[in-house]
């Protein structure tokens, strides 16, 4: 049995040499008083998120130094000891980072339904950043037909689905992503109106200017940093900005200063940040939503996914240099 164990806290940006490779003897039978479960891991999600927890400070919800990592996953149930588990039926949710895995208290994970769609979906588009680009742009962003959106970090998981839900909401979208395979994407894949290569301007705030002349209603935030100091000078008159995420802060010891909130008072700017488990009770409800823009072709959906327990440690830190093109999966095993 394979696992990623976490070596210890981070400090800049996370290294390969973070997390080491080891195996172990997994335990078949499962102890008959038990409520658990033992699962076979199909795959695992690799979320910017999980940076957030290499840090001491971030306790007591960090990684603890020498134990396994954790993160979402879908899995398949081998051996049950919990009545409301069987064998063979498939679960997404937290999930440690190895090949065969016992859970305890199988209780918060989701069971998989439907399985007319790719089970890695339950790792993005069907699962956590589904529900936070779902429940984030309709429920904090406020949207009306015709307004004028901008994403950033816009080709990844969470945003070619914001853009997406934008467009069949009727609005006027810009993304802009750090590569040129990247701006191609949002343009002919997903459909925004207009996108921009934020590495290549060298004015941010010109660049919004160009593809907004008369301004922003809503911002989803993914990135923070730069790309937030050169939206507030563009917001529209009670605008909205969700914050969903700053991942262009994460690495850092200290995180930059924000220049333009007064804008916020100025434009009458409501500024909200959310969490994607706010709505996990609401699943039902998303799935509803979510499954017939799949299905209907109305919402396209780009993965990016490597192979084997061993290529994760790489997929997770290349989150923060932008290697992943759309959703990072780490596939463990097909069946
Ligand atoms: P992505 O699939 O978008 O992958 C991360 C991308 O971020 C990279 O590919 C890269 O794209 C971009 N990026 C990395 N570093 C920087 C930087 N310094 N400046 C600008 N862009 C950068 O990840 P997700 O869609 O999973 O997550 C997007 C955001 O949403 C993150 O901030 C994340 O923390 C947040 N999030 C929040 C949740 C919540 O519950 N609030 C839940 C899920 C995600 P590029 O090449 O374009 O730079």
Redesign the pocket.
């Known amino acids: 049995n394979k696992q990623v164990v976490f070596r210890d806290y981070v400090s800049g940006f996370p290294k390969e040499s973070d997390f080491i490779i080891t195996s172990s003897t997994i335990r078949l039978k499962l102890p008959q008083a038990s409520n658990a479960v033992l699962l076979k891991i199909l795959y695992l999600?690799?979320?910017?998120?999980m940076?957030?927890l290499m840090e001491s400070r971030s306790a007591p919800n960090s990684y603890s130094p020498g134990s396994l990592l954790h993160g979402f996953g879908v899995a398949k149930v081998l051996e049950s000891a919990h009545s409301d588990f069987n064998e063979g039926e498939l679960v997404w949710g937290i999930l440690k980072w190895e090949e065969y895995s016992v859970v305890e208290e199988p209780g918060k994970l989701f069971k998989i339904h439907h399985t007319d769609v790719p089970l890695s979906y339950y790792t993005?588009i069907l699962g956590?950043?589904g529900?936070?680009?779902y429940f984030?742009f309709h429920d904090i962003c406020s949207p009306k037909k015709g307004e004028y959106v901008f994403v950033?970090?816009?080709?990844?998981?969470?945003?070619?689905?914001v853009g997406q839900l934008a467009k069949l909401m009727g609005c006027y979208v810009v993304g802009?992503?750090?590569?040129k395979e990247?701006i191609e994407l949002l343009k002919n894949k997903f459909g925004f109106d207009e996108v921009f290569?934020?590495?290549e301007e060298r004015d941010l705030d010109a660049a919004l200017k160009r593809c907004f002349p008369e301004g922003i209603d809503i911002y989803f935030?993914?990135?923070?940093?730069?790309?937030l100091d050169a939206v507030l000078l563009n917001m529209r008159p009670h605008g909205r900005i969700a914050?969903?995420?700053?991942?262009?802060?994460?690495?850092l010891d200290q995180m930059e200063g924000v220049h333009n909130l007064l804008h916020l008072v100025l434009q009458r700017i409501r500024m909200e940040?959310?969490?994607?488990?706010?709505y996990f009770h609401l699943y039902a409800n998303f799935l509803e939503a979510m499954l017939p823009y799949i299905k209907e072709g109305k919402i396209k959906y780009v993965e990016?996914t490597v192979h084997g327990l061993e290529s994760g440690p790489a997929a997770l830190i290349?989150?923060?240099?932008?290697?992943?093109?759309?959703?990072?999966v780490v596939a463990i095993s097909t069946e």
Do not use: H, W
């Open positions: 999600s690799c979320d910017p998120y940076r957030m993005g956590m950043p529900i936070t680009a984030g950033s970090a816009a080709s990844g998981a969470v945003g070619q689905l802009s992503a750090g590569s990247k290569n934020y590495k935030e993914n990135v923070g940093g730069k790309t914050v969903c995420g700053m991942i262009s802060q994460y690495n940040g959310f969490s994607a488990p706010d990016d290349g989150l923060f240099s932008g290697r992943n093109i759309g959703k990072q």
